[in-house]
């Protein structure tokens, strides 16, 4: 798959018509693997299931994105309070570094928009600097930082954007 085309790249909000919850599973499982030997404590995704995910989008709003039928990045996002929390953005390893991770981000300040909020925010762990620089050049900025349950040092940045 390297160098696929991504010629025809829709990016879907919430649609109620998104039912392949194995394919979604797998594409946050792939996009998440590399960073698996890299952080403490463990990400949250293992904790995931296609049930789990099918209750998470009924309860946030599942952005996804499909090129030529297959899907290949995803990002769900909640209000919470006065910002956006944007989370598990997800890209298929062979079509990172094609803006796909831009158009997420931007599909979810659109939203933000048309619910009234004025930030965008994700949070990311301490080890993963390339997540860091990504989402730096995206407008996201460090606001703070958080551990993990039985953690003394940080775990994890939160870094905001205005929308």
Known sequence: MQNQKIDK?????????????????SLIQTSFKDME?????????????????????????????????ELVGCAFACIQEQVLYVG????????????IGGFLIS??????????????????????????????KLGFKQVGTTAHSGYDLPTSITMRCKV
């Open 37 to 69: 030997t890299r952080i403490d404590p463990p990400s949250s995704m293992h904790q995931l299931t296609e049930k789990s995910l099918r209750e998470k989008a009924n309860s946030e709003t599942l952005f996804y994105v499909m090129s030529q039928g």
């Open 88 to 99: 598990k953005v997800s890209i298929l390893p062979d079509f990172q570094a094609r803006g």
């Open 107 to 136: 599909a979810c300040k659109k939203f933000a928009k048309r619910s009234a909020i004025t930030e965008l925010e994700i949070q990311t762990r301490i080890e993963l600097t390339e997540n860091h620089v990504f989402f730096e």
């Open 9 to 25: 790249i829709k990016i879907i909000e919430n649609d109620g018509q998104f039912s392949d919850w194995a394919s979604l599973l």
